[in-house]
């Protein structure tokens, strides 16, 4: 199983050049900059396939040099999907 940060002021998905468990392809990357201003280097698509039940589903990410999945709220509400953040059950 794979955890994603999901993040509400990222503005990209972006997922970690040494990480597997995605399907890598070419697509000409933005600039992407970390909060401290430093560039982070992107070397095209990762998509990560995922099922929940019945349904399956895809998430494109950046494949960049970052340390762990960051998940884009603003990408996802692009996408038309809804976000809802809760306490949840402990």
Do not use: C
């Not at 992107?42 to 019945?54: E, K």
């Not at 349904?55 to 692009?78: C, H, I, T």
């Amino acid at each position: 199983m794979w955890r994603v940060t999901v993040d509400s002021g990222a503005s990209q998905r972006v997922w970690p050049r040494k990480m597997k468990g995605v399907k890598r392809y070419y697509e000409k990357p933005p600039k992407l900059v970390a909060a401290n201003g430093t560039n982070i280097p992107v070397h095209g698509r990762a998509v990560l396939g995922f099922q929940r039940g019945n349904v399956r589903g895809e998430m494109k990410f950046w494949d960049a040099e970052v340390q762990k999945p960051l998940g884009a709220v603003s990408a996802m509400v692009d996408e038309g999907n809804t976000v809802v953040f809760s306490r949840g059950k402990s």
